[in-house]
C-alpha cells in the first residue's frame, strides 16, 4: 500500500508562486507513474501534470502548461508540483496520485489512480 502525504499548499496573491511537495512511503516508489490532480468546489477532480517513473515525458494540462512543472526525486522517494504565474483559477486542493500504469492515455484521467493524499489547499487570491 502506497501512502502519499502532500505538503507546500497556501494562500498566495495572483501570479506569486509555491512549491508543493509530496512525500510516498509503503511501495517501490521508482516503479510508479505520479501525478498532481487538483479539485475545485463544486467542481469535478481535475488532472494537473504527470511524471514517469524515470522522470522523463512530463505533461501537462492546457490549462497549466508553461507554468507549472513537475519533478521527481527518486532517491528520495519525493515528487514535486512547481506552480507559478498563479491565478485564482487554480485554486483548489491538490492531490498527489500514483499509478503502476505508464501510458499517458491513461495518466491523464484523473479517477485512474489508486493511490491519493489527503490533499493540501492552494488558495491564489486576486
Known amino acids: 500500500q502506497v501512502r502519499l502525504v502532500e505538503s507546500g499548499g497556501g494562500l498566495v496573491q495572483a501570479g506569486g508562486s509555491l512549491r508543493l511537495s509530496c512525500a510516498a512511503s509503503?511501495?517501490?516508489?521508482?516503479?510508479?507513474?505520479m501525478a498532481w490532480l487538483r479539485q475545485a468546489p463544486g467542481k469535478e477532480r481535475e488532472f494537473v501534470a504527470t511524471i514517469i517513473w524515470s522522470g522523463g515525458s512530463p505533461y501537462y494540462a492546457d490549462s497549466v502548461k508553461g507554468r507549472f512543472t513537475i519533478s521527481r526525486d527518486n532517491a528520495n522517494n519525493t515528487v514535486f508540483l512547481q506552480m507559478n504565474s498563479l491565478n485564482p483559477e487554480d485554486t483548489a486542493v491538490y492531490y498527489c496520485?500514483?499509478?503502476?500504469?505508464?501510458?499517458?492515455?491513461?495518466?491523464?484521467?484523473?479517477?485512474?489512480?489508486?493511490?491519493r493524499g489527503q490533499g493540501t489547499q492552494v488558495t491564489v487570491s486576486s
Open positions: 509503503g511501495g517501490t516508489f521508482s516503479h510508479y507513474t
Open positions: 496520485a500514483a499509478a503502476a500504469f505508464r501510458d499517458q492515455a491513461t495518466a491523464v484521467r484523473p479517477y485512474n489512480y489508486p493511490f
